[in-house]
């Protein structure tokens, strides 16, 4: 398999590390893209180039996605996949603009250097490229399952946006207290705070643009909390307890 990478930063490697192929990397900037192929082995082109292969895999910022598919679909002759991290706009700039090669959107849920994980994945027209890519995903030990971009970009409201607010806002609204107050859920908040300041801020950013629904019920759900009365906090408190994560909604419709 003839592959290019466009976008070689920590997610593009781990792709072109991972797929069965000797990858060619594209970048903005052309550092970036010499010391992918020193890492990852492989060569470098041009980033606004018109050499051809059998799969383009794009690995771009998530707002930059759907340009960058018109961008560089006429080099693809097999196939696109995207590793952005959105599902719903790749896949419906991939049916635009290859509408007879092979579309497909994987997301690694997971920072590279915590690979291998759970991979989602949308075929959107599925053959043998992406059942190759897949099979070398799972020959990596990762564990990949299909999904529609409707659900996955739902599903990224709870499990990064929302997940993600919570974890800040905690960071921010926390005061600088000892080490000795510390309890089990403060310091386990204190180690997920670390964990998620740690990364880059434009990828939250993103993140937070593309989800933000979920941010909005972090939002909603904290002053629901901040303004109950005993009896409507118990409510709350129960309706968590006995279900796990459950609704703003659902949560004031339970039985107390």
């Known amino acids: 398999m003839d ?17 069965d192929a000797e990858p060619a990397f594209a970048d903005v900037d052309l550092d970036v893209a010499e010391s992918a192929a020193d890492e990852v082995g492989g060569r470098v082109v041009p980033f606004d180039g018109d050499e051809q292969f059998d799969l383009v895999c794009l690995a771009v910022p ?44 994987l997301h690694p849920l997971f920072a590279p250097q915590n690979a291998p994980g759970n991979v989602a994945v949308v075929s959107d027209t599925a053959g043998p490229l992406a059942d190759a890519v897949c099979a070398d995903l799972s020959t990596a030990g990762n564990h990949v399952f299909e999904t529609t971009p409707d659900e996955h970009d739902a599903a990224m409201e709870t ?14 609204a926390a005061d600088d207290v000892r ?26 950013t993103d993140i937070q643009s593309q989800f933000g629904a979920g941010t909005d019920r972090v939002a909603d759900a904290a002053r629901a909390l901040a303004m109950a009365d005993d009896e409507t906090f118990a409510d709350l408190y129960r309706a968590v307890a006995a279900t796990g994560a459950v609704s703003l909604d659902d949560a004031s419709d339970a039985e107390p």
């Not at 706009?89 to 509408?99: D, Q, T």
């Open 3 to 19: 592959l290019l990478v466009v976008g070689a930063g920590a997610m593009g490697r781990w792709f072109g590390r991972t797929v």
């Open 62 to 105: 998530m707002g930059l996605a759907e340009e960058a598919i018109a961008e560089h679909a006429h080099r693809a002759t097999g196939g696109m996949c995207d590793v952005t991290g959105a599902m719903g706009g790749p896949v419906s700039a991939m049916r635009e603009h290859l509408p007879d090669r092979e579309r497909f959107s």
């Open 159 to 172: 499990v990064q946006a929302a997940a993600h607010a919570a974890v800040l806002a905690f960071g921010l």
């Open 179 to 204: 080490d000795e107050f510390a309890t089990p859920i403060s310091a386990a908040l204190d180690e997920l705070v670390t964990a998620v300041s740690g990364g880059t801020p434009r990828v939250y």
